[in-house]
């Protein structure tokens, strides 16, 4: 049974830093992107961030570059998320999901074939 249990959420002020975790178990992704979605109350889950450790590509939803910073730690089955500069519009619950699909679209970048999802840890940013 393939679990993501995600850890590392809670309150933090506008401008601190949180570290999310994310740690799969009953099957390795070190060939797939493993990575970060996030969704606030009545809106659709958002893209965070994906890294493939494999072939090194990494993205970020413009919102979150130059703050947040994906890792991975194969020998773990763990994703990070390091999350700097937190603002309140960054309140969300963050889920962590495996595999991510990137496909390069004329609208943009499109993340798909997410299989596995993890329960969700909440980030809340007071202002």
């Known amino acids: 049974q393939v679990q993501l249990v995600e850890s590392g959420g809670g309150l933090v002020q506008t401008g601190g830093s949180l570290r999310l975790s994310c740690a799969a178990s009953?099957?390795?992704?070190?060939?797939?992107?493993m990575g970060w979605f996030r969704q606030t109350p009545g809106k659709e889950r958002d893209f965070v961030a994906s890294n493939n450790w494999r072939s090194g590509s990494t993205y970020y939803a413009d919102s979150v570059k130059g703050r947040f910073t994906i890792s991975r730690d194969n020998a773990k089955n763990t994703v990070y998320l390091q999350m700097n500069r937190l603002k309140p519009e960054d309140t969300a619950i963050y889920y962590c999901a495996a595999p991510i699909f990137t496909e390069v679209r004329a609208t943009g970048l499109h993340y798909y074939g997410m299989e596995y999802w993890g329960k969700g840890t909440l980030v809340t940013v007071s202002s």
């Open positions: 009953g099957r390795t992704f070190s060939s797939h992107a």
